[in-house]
Nanobody, 123 residues
Framework: QVQLVESGGGLVQAGGSLRLSCVAD????????LGWFRQAPGKEREFVAAVSWSGNATYSANPVKGRFFISRDAATNTVHLQMNGLKPEDTAIYYC????????????????WGQGTQVTVSS
């Protein structure tokens, strides 16, 4: 059974940092590309960043490029999203998701999803 469990969300002031974590089951972690999406109230879910199953390739969306960094920790089957220079417009629920192919940047391409973690950035 696929398991994706996010943590690390919270309330932070603009300019601050947060690190999100997503613990995956071992099979998913070793065989799937893992990505982060976010959804703000009243908006569609949007792609944030992804890392390939091998960890050799990463990709970030333009709105977060240079501020957010995705990484994998094979020792703990965890994908991290380091978020720096946070802005109020980064406020959203952040979801971890798994895909069988690389590189997918739309949500229909991801079959399995975590429950999400709330990130709120105050101005």
């Amino acid at each position: 059974q696929v398991q994706l469990v996010e943590s690390g969300g919270g309330l932070v002031q603009a300019g601050g940092s947060l690190r999100l974590s997503c613990v995956a089951d071992e099979h998913t972690f070793k065989s799937k590309a893992l990505g982060w999406f976010r959804q703000a109230p009243g908006k569609e879910r949007e792609f944030v960043a992804a890392v390939s199953w091998s960890g050799n390739a990463t990709y970030s969306a333009n709105p977060v490029k240079g501020r957010f960094f995705i990484s994998r920790d094979a020792a703990t089957n965890t994908v991290h999203l380091q978020m720096n220079g946070l802005k109020p417009e980064d406020t959203a629920i952040y979801y971890c998701a798994a895909a069988s192919f690389w590189l997918l940047t739309t949500s229909p391409g991801y079959r399995d999803w975590g429950q999400g973690t709330q990130v709120t950035v105050s101005s």
